[in-house]
């Protein structure tokens, strides 16, 4: 049986550390220093407003991508367990349930006001997403997850630009004008992030599941090699370089958009996902250096309960409590005094969890 791959649980506890506090860590440098360098991080950790691309748009779609890339181990080892497709299909979709109803508590804590909640969430998407990869997964073969991926890039981008929007017209991409709007006003419950369509809306998450699907493809690639391989590097290095330049080129005709999850921002992301595992993959499986990643080890052990934890519990008012004294003596720089304890008690409750060896799963 394959061990489990170290970079996995890394990369996607470096997908969430940019979550729970790094891109405010950068963003209070940027403040106190003035450093062009800074300044140039925070402006890449914040999301593009419409078309473009910058670094923070990548994180959630990688950890999409991870959570893809995983399927083959944990499901692939339940298959030959002699587990049924239909027993796993079944806890895929309690799964999905699950995120889903947790996406709707994190977006709108306890509340009882149903008409007005917002139901669409980034844990529903990866739940309805995962749910979607993982039926594919199961009941097709490499050939037809290569046809259900390029299915949904082309249906995707077909339906965006040749489906007319009533009152609007043809392949207007613009926040009131895309399909996708359309069908987020006509059919989702409650009320949206924005004011004429959900970045997390009904067929954002289908067109987002093709990059957990692209995950699963090379999952199934990387669990078939004995042991680890140079070989695979390179196969994740070029395949992700060349999926970038393709996503670069169709972005002149359909625009590379992760407010809409545009069918180029979907194989933009699956690339660069690639290029980051190839990296992470290489130096902590092939070359077995870890040390330097047990921080994010610690975070991808634990991703939804510390996603959840940031959200619902006060951590910054802890912080400013304990570290108050040593803010005031550190003028400018007190915020980023705030943040660092953020981090510092959010690792040292992950280590806690490790120690217990406690992991929460869906």
Do not use: C
Not at 174 to 194: A, K, V
Not at 198 to 217: C, E, K, N, R
Request: zero cysteines; a positive charge.
């Amino acid at each position: 049986m394959k061990s489990r791959l170290v970079s996995l649980d890394a990369l996607r506890g470096f997908t969430m550390f940019w979550i729970i506090g790094g891109d405010a860590l950068v963003h209070a440098l940027s403040g106190a220093t003035s450093l062009p360098m800074f300044q140039w991080m925070s402006q890449q950790l914040l999301h593009v407003e419409w078309n473009g691309f910058h670094f923070l748009d990548l994180i959630f779609p990688m950890f999409m991508f991870i959570s893809g890339v995983a399927i083959p181990y944990s499901i692939g080892r339940n298959l030959e367990q002699g587990i049924s497709r239909k027993v796993l299909w079944k806890k895929a979709l309690k799964r999905a349930v699950i995120l889903i109803l947790l996406g709707v508590l994190y977006n709108n804590k306890l509340s009882f006001d149903f008409p007005n909640l917002r139901y669409a969430s980034v844990l529903g998407q990866i739940g309805v997403a995962y749910l979607i990869a993982v039926s594919i997964y199961l009941y097709t073969g490499t050939k037809g997850q290569w046809l259900w991926s390029i299915g949904i890039l082309l249906g995707f981008w077909g339906l965006m630009v040749l489906v007319p929007v009533p009152g609007i017209g043809v392949g207007v991409l613009t926040p009131e004008g895309n399909f996708s709007g359309y069908i987020d006003r006509l059919l989702l419950p409650g009320t949206m992030f924005r004011e004429h369509y959900d970045p997390q809306g009904l067929l954002l998450m289908v067109s987002a599941a093709v990059i957990t699907l692209a995950g699963a493809m090379m999952g199934k690639i990387l669990k078939k090699t004995k042991g680890t391989s140079v070989k695979n590097v390179g196969i994740m290095l070029v395949s992700g370089a060349l999926l970038v330049l393709f996503a670069l080129l169709w972005h002149r005709v359909y625009p590379i958009n992760k407010e809409i999850w545009s069918s180029s921002f979907n194989v933009l992301t699956i690339g660069l996902s690639l290029v980051f595992l190839a990296f992470f993959y290489f130096i902590i499986d092939v070359k077995k250096k870890s040390r330097w990643a047990f921080p994010f080890v610690l975070i991808g052990l634990n991703p939804i309960f510390i996603y959840l934890a940031y959200r619902m519990v006060d951590i910054r008012f802890t912080s400013e409590f304990l570290l108050h004294g040593l803010m005031q003596v550190s003028g400018s720089y007190g915020s980023v005094v705030l943040i660092i304890g953020v981090l510092l008690l959010q690792m040292g409750l992950l280590y806690f969890l490790y120690r217990q060896k406690i992991f929460f799963k869906v």
